[in-house]
């Protein structure tokens, strides 16, 4: 099982790099990333990846150094040289390297680090089990940035409750989870919060959503309140690297699984879309 990384050209494990103290991550988290799953040298919907992360660079002001083409291509080879069969792939651009200072540095070069990891799957036909945490992270929700304490402290809050993921709410409405998106089916309708600055615009979600709609599930788009999750018929956590899972509890209490043979229908699509892409029968 191979472990890859790539910081500025240089190729190794993630043992092997050097990573400069004066990297702008390192004091200020002062960056962007995205990550998704690939299969036999294929990374998932790269090119949608890859202009997330533009997105969110120039949402911060980061100069990223290449074109998308070649952050493609540097990519591509990185993830060329695994032979696992699934892997995990990370990517970062940090503003660069350059004395600590809150203003940011004149003329510095952007960083960028690549990790391939070995991915394993969850099993999908197995509930999740959710805890709940305030959302009081600040407004740039929708910017994929390394400012992630409040993420980690609500993914520890889940492990130390035994929970695989911990939703975020502002007040009594739900945002989405620490590092998911965070949707419900309720009389046969999804809804699942719109993409503005509150939560990431999730693509495991915007492909959720064109599952629905191809399946004919109507798609409402607006907020839902915990009492809805609560009432939900099925509650669903999607991201980039796990895809579609259902929950079956919710901060102790159970939740979901009235509709079994829809969410079962809505994974089949999702999982197959993924199939279909990597050129593989199945998962």
């Known amino acids: 099982m191979e472990r890859i990384a790539y910081y500025n050209g240089k190729i190794g494990t993630?043992?092997?790099m050097m990573i400069p103290m004066n990297d702008r991550v390192c004091y200020f988290g002062d960056g962007v990333y995205d990550a998704?799953?690939?299969?036999?040298?294929?990374?998932?919907?790269?090119?949608?990846h890859i202009d997330r992360l533009y997105n969110s660079a120039g949402l911060v002001n980061i100069d990223i150094p290449y074109t998308k083409q070649e952050m493609k291509d540097i990519l591509n080879d990185v993830v060329s040289r695994s032979t696992n069969k699934y892997d995990f792939v990370y990517w970062q651009v940090t503003r660069g390297t350059a004395p600590r200072n809150h203003a940011f540095p004149v003329g510095v070069k952007a960083n960028l680090w690549i990790t391939v990891t070995p991915k394993v799957f969850r099993d999908f036909s197995k509930p999740m089990k959710l805890t709940e945490m305030e959302d009081r992270r600040y407004l740039y929700c929708n910017i994929k940035t390394l400012n992630l304490l409040p993420s980690v402290l609500?993914?520890?809050?889940?492990?130390?409750?035994?929970?695989?993921?911990?939703v975020f709410h502002r007040g009594e409405v739900v945002t989405e989870c620490a590092h998911s998106n965070c949707s419900i089916l309720k009389n046969g309708v999804l809804k699942t919060h719109p993409n503005d600055h509150y939560i990431l615009p999730g693509i495991a979600k915007n492909h959720l959503i064109k599952a629905c709609k191809k399946l004919n599930i109507p798609v409402d788009e607006t907020p839902f309140t915990l009492d809805e999750l609560r009432d939900a018929d099925e509650v669903i956590v999607t991201s980039s690297s796990n895809f579609c899972s259902f929950?079956?509890?919710?901060?102790?209490?159970?939740?979901?699984?009235?509709?079994?043979?829809?969410?079962?229908?809505?994974?089949?699509?999702?999982?197959?879309?993924?199939c279909d892409y990597m050129g593989i029968q199945e998962l």
């Open 154 to 166: 609500a993914a520890q809050k889940a492990e130390a409750e035994g929970c695989d993921e911990s």
């Open 36 to 48: 998704t799953a690939a299969c036999g040298g294929t990374i998932y919907l790269l090119d949608e």
């Open 14 to 16: 993630p043992e092997d």
């Open 247 to 274: 929950a079956d509890t919710f901060a102790g209490q159970p939740v979901g699984r009235k509709a079994p043979e829809l969410i079962a229908k809505i994974q089949k699509e999702v999982i197959q879309e993924f």
